[in-house]
């Protein structure tokens, strides 16, 4: 069995290892895409794959993002909203925490959000709260905080609602967010059945009667049989991610994501993410770990993480 620093690292590289094999097949039909054990880093020759010109084995916004929660996080000790704010605007101004320098997607929501936050507007205040704008851009990126995060349950889920609301401020985005983190918890603490532990644990925390207890039960839908169909809307994401767990290996799991179409890229780093957790580093395959590009930007960020982890249980 993986221990518990082999999963926080399989976490990690899972969803960077995730966005990075979907990346090539973004936006396609899921007819249109290769059979499963000939979706790779490398496309067959004969698919026309997207983002012509990126190497294969490169992230995407979704890692990137996802970094810069992380590094802001480790630096600050503590979700700063400001600072994260800055983070991303230095991501897309940048290049930051991009595999070599270069920004090659970006949400509309999230652009149009670091707009607002480069005019001034407060951080937990940019992103859109209206109901028509619930792409995946904030579900994509919350995976390191809850590998980071050593507070109660109620202090996660109300930290990953600040962060959403960073791009994606509708209530029902952060409830997602909340969701997939107790559910990357459980994965960590290796519950017998985590989804259904997280959905117990967020329903203590989202009394009944709420709004945000209405999202979950009746928007988000927990106790459905899962379900995918790699769409970008937010919930679809989260279905989607956990209908792909039963897949098998991560490898499995990975290519199912993939094979949904579409929203390739996060899809497969949402999955990615909570089958490395549960799986630990090493499952994911050698040729992928070694392929993904970018090693001297998250190493030194997953060390420290680690290293902070260690503190804890010492």
């Known amino acids: ?77 503590h979700f700063d909203a400001e600072d994260f704010g800055r983070r991303l605007m230095r991501w897309y101004g940048e290049g930051y925490l991009a595999v070599d320098g270069r920004v090659f997607d970006i949400g509309i929501q999230t652009g149009r959000a670091l707009a607002r936050l480069h005019a001034g507007v407060p951080a937990l205040e940019a992103g859109a709260t209206e109901e028509r704008v619930l792409g995946n851009g904030s579900l994509m990126r919350v995976l390191p905080l809850a590998l980071w995060h050593q507070g109660s349950d109620a202090e996660l889920v109300a930290d990953a609602g600040a962060q959403s609301q960073v791009t994606h401020g509708h209530l029902r985005a952060q409830v997602c967010c909340a969701l997939y983190c107790l559910w990357a918890r459980r994965t960590l603490e290796e519950a017998p059945d985590p989804w259904t532990a997280a959905v117990v644990s967020l329903r203590a925390i989202f009394f009944a009667g709420t709004q945000e207890r209405e999202e979950l039960e009746w928007s988000i839908r927990p106790d459905d049989s899962p379900a995918g169909d790699g769409s970008g809307y937010v919930v679809a994401t989260l279905r989607s991610a956990r209908w792909a767990q039963d897949a098998g290996s991560y490898e499995q799991v990975v ?41 001297e930007l998250f190493q030194p960020l997953l060390n420290a993480l680690l290293k902070r982890a260690a503190a804890e249980q010492a």
Do not use: K
């Open 1 to 77: 069995m993986p221990t518990r620093a082999e999963r926080i690292a399989g976490g990690l590289i899972g969803l960077l290892v995730g966005d990075a094999l979907g990346v090539p097949y973004e936006f396609s039909n899921p007819a249109a895409l290769p059979s499963p054990e000939m979706i790779e880093f490398t496309p067959p020759s004969d698919f026309a794959r997207a983002h012509q010109g990126t190497p294969p084995g490169t992230w995407s916004d979704d890692g990137a993002q996802a970094l810069c929660l992380l590094d802001s996080l480790l630096t600050r000790g």
């Open 255 to 295: 290519r199912a994501a993939v094979g949904l179409g579409r929203d390739t890229d996060t899809t497969a780093c949402v999955a990615g993410g909570i089958a490395g957790l549960r799986d630990g580093a090493t499952a994911i395959p050698a040729r992928w770990r070694e392929a993904l590009r970018g090693s």
